[in-house]
């Protein structure tokens, strides 16, 4: 028997997802524990996939928080709508911040996120000369703060926007 299936490359919440499993069980399933899904070709309805909050190909085009937002297309950063320059590793660092707002983001994790950037191994208190840059380039916009012995958090609220929004 021969199934066709649409894959859809899609960041979803658990209760989305959980709404999803429960109505149709085993028809919808994750293929990994990243963000891909798979949903066979029966229960395929966008409309009711945009209910549960689930769409395909959807792009981040910027994050706001507070008077703070991040072009992220255009790689700005934007603190009460006038531009501000950051350096291309301040801006990783504060992405990464931005995307697990108010969770801690482990001081390991940004020092491999700078690695990455770097292409070689960094010196331990580079992330801490990154935070202190950030923390001066936004002002009185920041929302960083230090968890002892572990890492940092973006304390505010952050809100994604997509860019098949108005």
Known sequence: MNKKFIKLSVKVEKEAWDKMYQKY???VYAQNEKDEFVLKEPIYNEKELVEHGI????????????ELYVDLLG?????????IHLL???FQVLIELLEKAQKVVL???????????HQQIIQDN?????????????????CIRTIHL???MWTREVKALWEDEI
């Open 25 to 27: 069980g085993e028809e």
């Open 75 to 83: 790689r700005i950063v934007y603190v009460k709508d006038k531009p």
């Open 107 to 117: 001081r390991e994790t940004l020092m491999a996120v700078l690695e990455s950037r």
């Open 150 to 152: 572990s890492g940092y």
């Open 88 to 90: 291309p590793s301040d």
């Open 126 to 142: 580079a992330v801490s000369v990154h935070i202190r840059r950030l923390r001066r380039d936004l002002g009185s916009a920041h």
């Open 55 to 66: 769409t395909k190909n959807r792009r981040k085009k910027g994050l706001v928080s507070g």
